[in-house]
């Protein structure tokens, strides 16, 4: 069974940072690609950034120059570093993973199989 499972949210103030890290058991996804979605309160799933097999990596605009995406060399954890963090960064944060994830669809959410079940972050002063 794939279990993805996310940790280090948290309550931070603007400016500040941190880094969410995203395990998966089960299988890897070595031929496919994982990314992090968030979900503001009142608002659908939106793209946050993503990495593929080959280490390639995309950002969404608002987010480029702040955070970086990155895998450990075993492919079995992803992470989200996240720095100067801003209000409008407040949301749940999900992690999915896939295989078989075209480029095309790499910032949609229905391409991504599996989910882990989200972490917290709060950025207020």
């Known amino acids: 069974q794939v279990q993805l499972v996310e940790s280090g949210g948290g309550l931070v103030q603007p400016g500040e940072s941190l880094k969410l890290s995203c395990s998966t058991s089960g299988r890897t996804f070595s031929s496919g690609a994982m990314g992090w979605f968030r979900q503001p309160p009142g608002k659908e799933r939106e793209f946050v950034a993503a990495i593929r097999y080959n280490g390639y990596t995309y950002y969404t605009d608002s987010v480029k120059g702040r955070f970086t995406i990155s895998k450990n060399s075993a492919k079995t954890t992803v992470y989200l570093q996240m720095n100067n963090l801003k209000p409008e960064d407040t949301a749940v944060y999900y992690c999915?993973?896939?295989?078989?994830?075209?480029?095309?669809?790499?910032?949609?959410?229905?391409?991504?199989?599996?989910w882990g079940q989200g972490t917290q972050v709060t950025v207020s002063s």
């Open positions: 999915g993973a896939g295989s078989g994830i075209i480029l095309s669809s790499i910032r949609n959410p229905s391409a991504y199989n599996y």
